[in-house]
């Protein structure tokens, strides 16, 4: 066996750079580079290995400089949903808080289902000198370090203690990185001593290696249950979610519902699954969604789920289907997915695979005229709304519809609109009219406060000839705006609209609604409630040396952004635009409902009421437990 001489990193860099995913005729970089921040724990291993790497072979394993652990990972997951799961980015962080600082990332991207391989250094594996700098110390168990809390987090997480372990770890990891059922978080620990030891590595270990995408089929007797399913549905809905895009399977679910008839309705994940204006497209559905995808779930009896996880947000904490005979066909390449509300009709495939297997079962079912009809009805009245919501009011602090308007109407098809967390996720499932598969990334399964400025950076870096439109609300961005730096040293251009209302917008509405009266949500001195505290985000930004365009308050504000985006795009470098809004102004009311509990008893009038609204809508809720689908008619 011919090998060679290396280092544990050395080894590791060379090899997931000749990592390869294979999708039919396509062909791309699994791990597209290495994001860094450098420490005692790794500077010597991986950093090292990956300056070698770069003098040796320039542009094998790009390197790109960080400022947070977790925004590396941020970066990675929006890149990899950029490229439908098919490309991802390496983490290195050093050991102690450098590592424990991707957690947030680590749980981000499993619970998004989207691939990131992190690289957290760990203490030394001999023990020579403990503890070490940074070290956790358990006396009970002197094995566990910081690292072992990735565990519960990571799709795959291993050691290596030996060098000699590096093969089969690295092959493992690359296998759930690279399956659609299982990625999420990937996480190889490199304890510091062991990243610079030597080894001989076999030089098969070096070469390209390709890994092809699984795209399995439906099963034959489930398909036939699921069509049989489908064909006795008198109400039939689609719930399109994130499988749809990262399968490419858009195309197949518009000829499904072009052929049958039946409408679809979005997670927040599926977004773009279909554009906003085809005629059986009803918007978001649940807690966020539109009133018309809302009120065709609410009768539907047959939901087709097609690549969703069947959030809270998508079932409205389960009042959204309140047909009390409805049935779920659930297609999802991951069985856990699949068999979910019970269901009796799970087909465990490729949501590309079984579209197509169930069009082509279904040429001659088309859903009836009255029912068609009050799906145009509807969507014609949300349209409206949306309309309406988009028109600028005149006041000096605009409401935030108006704000995703002006945002709207200065965006281009293939523009890309970012966000994760706050009330403007809500506010865009609601409104955002998405005219492209990949124009709307709004990260809400982990919904994590900073995602967005770092994950637009992963966005652009996937789609360097896109427009990438980070919208973040000062809550958000005071989590992580550091990135903004990483933007400006790469010379990768975001356009960031900063919605500034003093506060937590969504908080202070939910604390409202469950009776605590906005209590802790706006940014004001501890002894003077009534004082704003003199926040200048703009100036923040501008210390980072992007460019700023301020709105300032006043009944030309939404124009004036409209104007500050088309600017924006024509600029070659990051700008940010700050504007003031209203947070007490919301988007339409989509009939869902979101379950938060409010306290039994209180002494406050407010959380009473609350009370008693929280009962009524909870009466509402169904256990979802999979009724049988009704059986065809014997002709």
């Not at 040429?363 to 009255?370: A, P, Q």
């Amino acid at each position: 066996m011919t090998t060679r001489r290396m280092t544990v990193a050395q080894a590791l860099i060379e090899f997931l750079a000749r990592q390869w995913t294979v999708d039919g005729a396509h062909r791309e970089r699994t791990i597209a580079g290495t994001f860094g921040i450098f420490g005692h724990g790794n500077v010597a291993g991986i950093g090292q290995a990956l300056k070698q790497l770069d003098v040796e072979q320039p542009g094998l394993m790009p390197y790109h400089q960080a400022r947070n652990e977790q925004a590396m990972v941020h970066q990675s997951v929006g890149y990899a949903r950029m490229r439908r799961r098919l490309g991802t980015f390496a983490s290195a962080a050093s050991v102690g808080p450098g590592a424990a600082n991707m957690l947030t990332g680590a749980a981000l991207a499993t619970t998004n289902r989207l691939p990131a391989l992190l690289l957290p250094s760990d203490t030394f594996a001999t023990r020579v000198a403990d503890p070490v700098l940074q070290q956790l110390e358990l006396p009970h168990d002197i094995g566990v370090t910081v690292n072992d809390a990735f565990r519960p987090l990571s799709r795959f997480f291993d050691r290596v203690q030996r060098p000699e372990q590096l093969w089969s770890i690295a092959l493992g990891a690359m296998r759930v990185l690279t399956d659609p059922a299982e990625t999420g978080a990937v996480t190889i620990a490199l304890p510091e001593d062991v990243q610079a030891e030597a080894v001989e590595v076999p030089l098969e270990f070096l070469e390209d290696r390709e890994w092809h995408l699984r795209r399995p089929l439906p099963e034959r007797d489930a398909l036939a249950r699921a069509l049989a399913a489908i064909r006795s549905a008198t109400q039939p809905l689609i719930v399109a979610g994130g499988g749809v895009l990262y399968s490419g399977a858009e195309e197949s679910l518009r000829r499904f519902v072009e052929t049958t008839g039946i409408p679809v309705a979005t997670t927040q994940a599926g977004g773009g699954s279909l554009p906003w204006d085809h005629p059986q497209y009803l918007g978001g559905v649940g807690a966020t969604g539109s009133r018309a995808a809302n009120e065709i779930a609410a009768t539907a009896d047959v939901v087709i789920g097609v690549g969703t996880r069947y959030s809270d947000f998508t079932t409205a904490s389960r009042t959204v289907f309140q047909n009390p005979d409805v049935a779920f066909v659930n297609v999802n390449v991951s069985s856990f997915d699949a068999y979910k509300h019970g269901t009796r009709l799970p087909l465990v495939a490729d949501a590309r695979e079984a579209l197509d297997a169930l069009g082509d079962g279904l040429e001659l079912f088309r859903i009836v005229r009255e029912y068609g009809e009050r799906i145009a009805r509807l969507k014609r009245e949300w349209d409206g709304a949306v309309d309406d919501a988009f028109e600028p009011s005149g006041l000096s602090l605009p409401g935030q519809p108006e704000l995703i308007g002006a945002v709207q109407s200065a965006s281009e098809p293939r523009d890309v609109v970012v966000q994760a967390a706050g009330s403007l996720p809500g506010d865009l499932h609601k409104l955002w009219r998405v005219r492209d598969a990949l124009g709307y990334h709004v990260e809400y399964a982990f919904s994590c406060m900073g995602y967005e400025i770092a994950g637009g950076l992963g966005v652009r870096r996937a789609a360097p000839d896109r427009d990438v439109i980070v919208m973040v609300g000062d809550g958000s961005y005071l989590m992580l705006h550091t990135e903004l730096l990483t933007a400006v040293a790469e010379g990768l251009k975001i356009i960031v609209v900063l919605i500034q209302n003093h506060g937590y917008a969504s908080i202070g509405h939910l604390s409202e609604t469950v009776g605590s009266e906005r209590f802790g949500t706006q940014y004001r001195y501890r002894d003077d409630d009534a004082r704003r505290l003199p926040v200048d985000l703009a100036a923040n930004a501008r210390s980072y040396g992007v460019d700023v365009i301020e709105i300032p308050p006043g009944p030309d504000a939404v124009s004036e952004l409209r104007r500050a985006v088309t600017r924006a795009k024509a600029a070659t470098t990051t700008t940010l635009i700050h504007v003031e809004s209203d947070p007490t102004i919301y988007a339409p009311d989509g009939g869902g409902w979101w379950d938060v509990p409010v306290a039994e008893v209180s002494e406050l009038a407010t959380t009473r009421a609350a009370r008693v609204d929280y009962d009524r809508s909870r009466a509402r809720q169904r256990p979802l437990l999979g009724r049988p689908a009704q059986p065809e008619q014997e002709e």
